[in-house]
């Protein structure tokens, strides 16, 4: 038995136009193949064979009455049974011989998905980047008439105008009428006497165009932004369906992101470590000072406030960029830097034995003052 439009569509039987109209613009973003991914197409198929239907009063009021006006032999019955469907007569004429109604020309564009790549700075200030995509846009020659005159279509001259044609086959049960979508209008009950060169007739073509991405300040890697009706135009000019970007964040050479935060490594000579220094590093607002405490250990960190990735859900606020700390130990010495060192081994770690492991850091605490205090008089 084929599938209940209503419950496709996820809504109820007294469901008004702008409700149907609504439950189809969600169902199509949730079962379209560019974003769903290519097994959910006849699901998508369904989705639109479901609205087209129940958008068109002729069309649902036939539903309705048991017969489903996409079955070209007139077949299917709702799940509802036969209640409230009227006279027989009226359904097994509807059922074998009823009319399906023009398909109109102008129909509603798809959705389409692309993606934009931007560097890790836009995404902490926000920005717009530009992207290229090919899909079907206007026809600029006929503005979506389809018409190279514009001139209106007229009746089609085999099916007058109703979009279908009927024909007398046999079968087990004897003859009948059958519906079919007519040849010569593709089921739209006009004709275009004079169609456009450009589109032939569709009132679209496919194209590249360019599309500027407005992307907000600490947007996340991977996130996908909607542009509404910046899509595919539909068929006869039809309203455009919208464009989803999902964004995806370059590496950046100085600085990584956790959350709001950006970090970096900035190396320093052990002396610098040991005696404190201040010095200049890069920062997506320009150069910032940062103070290398006295005694500063490996990667110990030094926080600039404020200068990391914008936070969406606080307007105005940033978060940190951190600095750590790589000490550059020296490899090579030469005589008198190695007796300074050999002295300072002397006076601190004659009496080290063994060395101290454990599964946590070790604490601070006033062993490593004395030790850089030590080492400090030693380099003076």
Known sequence: MAADYYEVLGVERTASEDEIKKAYRKMSRKYHPDIAGP??????????????????PDKRRMYDSGVDPNDPNGGG??????????????????????????????????????SASIDLKTAVFGG????????????????????????????????????????????????MMTSAPCERCEGHGTIIENPCPQCMGHGRVRATRSVGVSVPAGITDNARLRLSHQGEVGEGGGAAGDLYVDIRIKPDKQFTRDGDDLHCWVQVPMSWAVLG??????????MRTISVPEGCQQDDTVALKGLGVARVRQQGERGDLIAHIAVRVPTKLDEHERQLMEEFAASHDADASHVAQS???AASGSGRKGFFSKLKDALS
Do not use: W
């Not at 097994?39 to 068109?56: G, I, P, R, W």
């Not at 209640?83 to 009226?90: L, P, Q, R, T, W």
């Not at 190279?148 to 105008?161: E, R, S, T, V």
């Open 39 to 56: 097994e959910f197409e006849d699901k998508f198929k369904e989705v639109n064979s479901a609205y087209d239907v129940l958008s068109d």
């Open 77 to 114: 019955f709702p799940s509802g049974g036969f209640s409230g469907m009227g006279d027989m007569g009226d359904i097994f004429g509807q059922f074998f011989g009823g009319a399906q109604g023009p398909t109109p020309r102008t129909q509603p564009g798809r959705d389409a998905l692309a």
């Open 128 to 175: 717009t980047a530009h992207i290229k995509i090919n899909t079907f846009g206007l026809c600029q020659q006929c503005s979506g008439s389809g018409s190279a005159d514009g001139a209106a279509p007229k009746p089609c001259p085999q099916c007058h105008g109703q979009g279908f044609t009927q024909k007398v086959v046999r079968t087990m049960l004897g003859q």
């Open 277 to 286: 220094h201040d010095l200049d590093i890069e920062t997506f607002d320009g």
């Open 359 to 361: 599964s946590k850091p």
